[in-house]
């Protein structure tokens, strides 16, 4: 069965340091999200993605953040300068609206993301 | 602006009981409704949803939601808990299907015991 797959599983880094959470989302998808989920909090939409470029995205993805489809398998979430507040679980997310009845968003497993 | 609000951060149960998690919601137009079950480590699943149609929708592993629209709720029932049923359970809501975001609760953490 097709599945979003994230890597790395978890991320250490320092803080001021730029990272990438990288994802392959299900091959013929063609939507893509990042959500976060800080360790006991619920989780939180960062940012969804369509056709190259951001359709909508939260108050939390700010000048920071960007996201990026750099070839045709991967989508990536940066993060330029990391905070201490920005570590979290980061789940990413892929749905097919070419699916008749498909309301579906298939979540990655998530990179923990720890910045110390 | 849409909401979910989930009724109880931890719920206890003993196998074979019945499991009840709540979940109520709030938006200014007709919703759909999700329910997502997280298994330690690991990603979100999808249980159940609901778009149109029936309002008692039955997901994977036994569970079954119902959507009730005079009450702004869903929630997530099975007949007899499992001890593979522990797991935290997100309700989430969205405007429209697949291309909108998905407003999560703060989830409800599932303990079965024997």
């Known amino acids: 069965e097709p599945e979003v797959t994230q890597t790395p599983s978890h991320q250490v880094t320092q803080m001021g340091q730029e990272v990438i959470l990288r994802c392959v989302p299900i091959?013929?998808?063609?939507?893509f999200y990042w959500y976060r989920q800080i360790l006991g909090q619920k989780v939180e939409f960062l940012v969804s993605?369509?056709?190259?470029?951001?359709?909508?995205k939260s108050e939390i993805f700010d000048d920071q953040f960007s996201v990026e489809r750099p070839d045709g398998s991967n989508f990536t979430l940066k993060i330029r300068s990391t905070k201490l507040e920005d570590s979290a679980m980061y789940f990413c997310?892929?749905?097919?609206?070419?699916?008749?009845?498909?309301?579906?968003?298939?979540f990655g497993p998530g990179t923990r993301l720890t910045v110390t | 602006a849409q909401s979910v609000t989930q009724l109880g951060s931890h719920v206890s149960v003993s196998e074979g009981a019945l499991v009840l998690l709540r979940c109520n919601y709030s938006?200014?137009?007709?919703?759909?409704l999700f329910w997502y079950v997280q298994y330690p480590n690991q990603g979100l699943q999808l249980l159940l949803k609901?778009?149109?149609?029936?309002?008692l929708v039955k997901g994977i592993n036994g569970f079954e939601a119902e959507f009730k629209k005079s009450e702004t709720s869903f929630h997530l029932t099975k007949p007899s808990a499992h001890m593979s049923d522990a797991a935290e359970y997100f309700c989430?809501?969205?405007?429209?299907?697949?291309?909108?975001?998905?407003?999560f609760g703060t989830g409800t953490r599932l303990q079965v015991f024997p």
């Open positions: 997310a892929s749905s097919d609206p070419g699916q008749p009845l498909n309301f579906e968003q298939y």
């Open positions: 938006s200014s137009v007709p919703p759909y």
């Open positions: 091959s013929n998808h063609l939507y």
């Open positions: 609901y778009t149109t149609g029936a309002t």
């Open positions: 989430a809501v969205s405007l429209t299907y697949n291309t909108d975001k998905l407003i």
């Open positions: 993605f369509y056709n190259n470029e951001i359709s909508e």
